[in-house]
């Protein structure tokens, strides 16, 4: 016998010995091993930091160790962390892809089917970033007013808004900059509807966060007296606001949808079944309910969405 198969005969007497076979604790130590870390992150509003709860919460039941960093930043911050590296798993929506990548027709992004699909692929291909199963909820742009301003002009539509501004009338609008900006967004509207807002007739913010817009119109803070507002925002009816109805669609589909790392997709592919049938479940109603209650009604997001979770027996109560 040579000193290799000495050594190995040792090795295996020492693993006898121990009362275990060595191939088999690498074995049972692969399949006990922890899973991640994931880290989740979201944009800062309340329906990132409800529905980035709701994802950390189921991940940690199925044995992830996952990182919190839900209200992280903006959606270019986030977006940037993400292609880095920096952060794996984020909310994201649809329609967000004609801000990433260059595309022949700007109407795809008005076809949920369509939009979500031209992401996927793009995305795939460009960033290896896999975008998993959207929530049947379009979060999509539009202008708000007060209920009392809406009676008193007569406003309905976007068509009577621009009406009115063509008229002479007094308007400040609070937006960000993106929607500003955009062929899809404000400068859509402008185009559609033959109206044209200048520099002293807006408040452009940074960020997209609503809940500061809708805060600034009902309170008609700084003559704000118009704002952007997205289709799942919840605070609308208790605030008495008036989300004007837009004949032509001009901003695209956003649903909202979890978005993933292509290298931490392949490692757990389980990932997908524990989160589509959460997305699966969210109307446009849910999320508008969802986020009222932390927009409005001040609950802490984590509390909201680990009380939706148990509800719909997503999560299971300890």
Known sequence: MNILQKNAAVLLTLCLLAGFSCGARTDAYAENAPKGPVTVATMIDSEG?????????????????VVDKTEFGTPEILRMALIAGEVDLVLDYTGSGQYYHETSSQDVWSDPVAGYEMTRDLDLKAND???????????????????????EKGLVTIR???????????????????????????????EAYGFRLDAGQMIVLASGNT?????????????????????????????????????KSIPPVYQPAPVIRGELYRRYPEIVTILAPLFKSFTIEVLQNL???VAFEGRAAREVAEEYLIQ?????AH
Do not use: C, H
Not at 50 to 56: D, F
Not at 135 to 149: D, K
Not at 312 to 316: K, R, S, T
């Open 49 to 65: 930091a409800i529905l980035g709860n709701m994802m950390l919460l189921l991940l940690r039941q199925a044995g992830f160790d």
């Open 129 to 151: 970033l896999v975008w998993l199963t959207p929530a049947q909820a379009n979060n999509t742009e539009g202008l708000a007013v007060t209920s009392t301003f809406a009676e």
């Open 160 to 190: 009577d808004l621009a009406d009115y501004i063509n008229g002479g009338g007094e308007i400040k609008l609070i937006t960000s900059s993106a929607f500003a900006e955009n062929i899809k967004g404000l400068v859509g509207f402008e």
């Open 211 to 247: 809940a500061e817009m809708l805060k600034a119109l009902y309170e008609g803070r700084d003559g704000v007296n118009v704002s952007l507002v997205y289709g799942t925002d919840g605070a609308l009816k208790q605030m008495g606001l008036v989300v004007l109805e837009d004949p």
């Open 291 to 293: 986020n009222a209650q």
């Open 312 to 316: 719909e027996d997503f999560l299971y």
